[in-house]
């Protein structure tokens, strides 16, 4: 039982910033991995960037160099510098993270929050 709070989504003018926030909260161990995934109109969805327990992080090309990915271990929570933003970029925004429910876990579980949506206008 693993709930992810996303929070941050909203109307933003293309050039404009925004950031997202995730927090995950229930019966956690420890989070190896979070990250973020989108899903345009008509579109599969897709990887954004994620970030591992120790910090190294991955971006997808069309967001490298404007978004930037962090998180903050004791809060269990990711976030997503969003700038330069442009209209492609309009898309529901998910939270993901793989968790380890026990110190005895052998692999992590997938869990997803209910998503956020970004609208960048032109």
């Known amino acids: 039982q693993v709930q992810l709070v996303e929070s941050g989504g909203g109307l933003v003018q293309a050039g404009g910033s925004l950031r997202l926030s995730c927090a995950a909260s229930?019966?956690?161990?420890?989070?190896?991995?979070m990250g973020w995934y989108r899903q345009a109109p008509g579109e599969q969805r897709t990887l954004v960037a994620y970030?591992?327990?120790?910090?190294?992080?991955n971006y997808a090309d069309s967001v490298k160099g404007r978004f930037t990915i962090s998180r903050d271990n004791a809060k269990n929570t990711v976030y997503l510098q969003m700038n330069s933003l442009k209209p492609e970029d309009t898309a529901v925004y998910y939270c993901?993270?793989?968790?380890?429910?026990?110190?005895?876990?052998?692999?992590?579980?997938?869990?997803w929050g209910k998503g956020t949506l970004v609208t960048v206008s032109s």
């Open positions: 229930g019966s956690i161990f420890s989070i190896s991995t």
């Open positions: 970030i591992t327990s120790g910090g190294s992080t």
């Open positions: 993901y993270a793989n968790v380890l429910l026990s110190s005895r876990a052998s692999y992590g579980v997938d869990y």
